[in-house]
């Protein structure tokens, strides 16, 4: 299966996120929707490839958004690449907190609803590990 695998160091592979692009996608846009409705659709529309049903002025909006308003950290998640990459401990803890509290309205998710409270677990955990023992969070 084609995927993103993260790795850190000192932790086992079994308490880290392993699943297909599509998965992380979809968790990525449960993500953005906690945070704020209204983002979350934009960034449903963005993440579209190709992304035919966003318009110029609602990318605008978006990328707005990402680039000026302070998300908490949540900006570094949400635009990281998803098949490389690395996450600083310090990134983690921004993006810890600014997920630490996030909860999921099951009814407007579409995908893997039953799961998404613990792949968000996987994630707080990871991110939680990584700026307390100051480990690099690796996205392969």
Partial sequence: MMGLDIYIKGMDRKETYHDSYGSFRYYREAVATAYDKDFGELYKKWYQIPNYNITIEEETDLLF???????????IFLAHSDDEGKLKPKDCKLI?????????EKENLNFRIECIDEIHQIWLKMLK?????RKTLYFC
């Fill in 65 to 75: 958004k990402i680039n000026n308003v302070n998300l908490g950290g949540l900006d």
């Fill in 129 to 133: 590990y990584c700026y307390q023992k």
């Fill in 96 to 104: 810890y907190n600014a997920m630490k509290d996030l909860v999921f």
